[in-house]
């Protein structure tokens, strides 16, 4: 792997990383970023590095494709394929960013050993998006670092995204979450319409400071959607429903289910107001 300057040597960040022949990886990621090439709101980092397998040359994604037919398909439609732009500066991202070279995969017959599988760990995940990484040291969080979970158990890098909010492609949104989480999927006779808008409404999946990985640590969580106006009869407190609620009172000691209100916030059988 050899590096190379750009033709604008007199900026800071501006260079390119030779992958394989004719195909060069971008530097300043940011400079495309900007410009509107690439759309992932999680990738923090600007130089990508590919993982290096001794022994191994880069074959480029063409040779990979010869037995990989469907992931070569799939992976057209994946946010991970349009990391590109126009020009000398293209961060051509391909199957050997993340697996690694493949001369010896490709002269062994497709050995597994011979290659890079990011499945089983998330350090080539790690290498673009490092805030994931930060993430995952939170106090409470996923345990990807413990081993337990990876980062394909809920994300498919080969597959665009099929969620509004764009980036690596989940199955859904909440059938990615339901998967492990069953009993918060219902069906409920009353629903929280919160679960249909999607599970990262109210948690934030990758880590948190706050337990059950929630977005905020108190009724603020809640207000955010449940917000009126202040109270007539109560000028300090805040009408949710047909009901005003003291803002100094229980809403500020915690949340509006621990106060023991609305316990069963993700949807009940008996309560329309979620109280249990």
Known sequence: METEPSPRDDEPNDWAVRLWPGKLLLGAVATALAAGFISCATVTRTVVAPPEIPGATFVGSESCSECHEDITRDFNTATHARLQAPGDNAANLGCESCHGAGSVHKESGGANRTIINPRKSPEACFQCHLEMRGRFNLSYHHPVLEGKVTCTDCHNPHKGPVIKSGGTALAAENETCFRCHSAQRGPHAFEHEALREGCVTCHNPHGSVN??????????????????????????????????????????????????????????????????
């Open 211 to 276: 337990a059950k990985l929630l977005a905020e640590r108190n009724a603020n969580l809640c207000l955010k959607c449940h917000f009126q106006a202040p109270g007539q009869s109560d000028p300090g407190g805040i009408v949710i429903g047909d009901w005003v609620h003291s803002t100094p009172g229980f809403l500020s000691r915690g949340t509006c289910w621990s106060a023991g209100c609305h316990e069963a916030v993700h949807g009940s059988h008996v309560s329309s107001s979620l109280r249990f």
